[in-house]
Nanobody, 125 residues
Framework: EVQLVESGGGLVQAGGSLRLSCAAS????????IGWFRQAPGKERKVISC????????WYADSVKGRFTISRDNAENTVSLQMNDLGPEDTAVHYC??????????????????WGQGTLVTVSS
């Protein structure tokens, strides 16, 4: 059974940090690019970062660039998202997802094969 399980969400004050983790199982993790998406209340789901398979390439949305860092551990089948200098605009359910589509599609949600259930990040001002 394919599973992606996010953890690490919670309530934090503005300026604080959180580290999200995504644990994968049931598929060949090394062969997949992994993306982090988020969906704020009443808004569409948007990609914020992705990391490629193999020698990792990382991509960040402008909204998180310089504050968030994505990394992966293929030995542990995990991907992490270190989030620093959080603001109320970062409040959202955060999802990890896996895709075998070519790297140029990493920002397109419809190209992802597997999704986690999401973890809520709430940033208070």
């Amino acid at each position: 059974e394919v599973q992606l399980v996010e953890s690490g969400g919670g309530l934090v004050q503005a300026g604080g940090s959180l580290r999200l983790s995504c644990a994968a199982s049931g598929f060949t993790f090394d062969d997949y690019h992994i993306g982090w998406f988020r969906q704020a209340p009443g808004k569409e789901r948007k990609v914020i970062s992705c990391i490629s398979d193999g020698v990792p390439i990382m991509w960040y949305a402008d909204s998180v660039k310089g504050r968030f860092t994505i990394s992966r551990d293929n030995a542990e089948n995990t991907v992490s998202l270190q989030m620093n200098d959080l603001g109320p605009e970062d409040t959202a359910v955060h999802y990890c997802a896996a895709t075998r589509a070519p790297w140029r599609y990493c920002r397109i949600a419809s190209r992802y094969n597997y999704w986690g259930q999401g973890t809520l990040v709430t940033v208070s001002s």
